[in-house]
């Protein structure tokens, strides 16, 4: 059970600032280098992890998700539930989660009248939630045989 929470913080420490660098690079170019490239989403990324205000969010967000993840597993309709139902569940889920993770740059933008760039932050909260605890919910949905009753 270790490994598996120690896979789920590195697939969210890859995919999260990955999946929010390019939500930024696609929602709002101008503001984020122009275009899409690799460079800008390395560069992207790097700062998303360094940035001291995503901190506050990300690193309790690093802690809960195994907990919850491993909560969740032993649900019956977390096996029966349709995969597409699912998935759907999860790219809800994870379009709230990686809002409220990426919420003090939201609210920096906010509080500075930068609306542009706090949608560029929105946009890139959901996408990068939505695939990232998707991603991670099936991991976990693979790796977790169903309980029999």
Not at 80 to 97: C, E, H, Q, S
Request: aromatic share 14%; glycine share 8%.
């Amino acid at each position: 059970m270790i490994v598996k929470h120690f896979i789920c913080i590195i697939v969210l420490l890859i995919s999260m600032p990955i999946t929010s660098a390019v939500g930024l690079l696609i929602f709002g170019p101008e503001n984020w280098g122009g275009k899409l490239t690799v460079i800008n989403v390395v560069g992207l990324s790097l700062f998303g992890l360094l940035s001291v205000p995503l901190w506050l969010t990300f690193i309790p967000t690093l802690i809960a998700t195994p907990v919850i993840m491993s909560r969740l597993v032993v649900n019956d309709i977390f096996h029966t539930l349709p995969v597409w139902k699912f998935i759907l569940f999860f790219i809800g889920f994870g379009a709230l989660a990686g809002t409220i993770i990426l919420f003090p740059s939201i609210y920096l933008c906010f509080s500075k009248g930068s609306y542009a760039i706090l949608f560029n932050w929105l946009g890139a909260g959901v996408f990068s939630g939505s695939i990232t605890f998707t991603i991670v919910a099936l991991l976990y949905r693979c790796w977790t045989p169903q309980l029999s009753q």
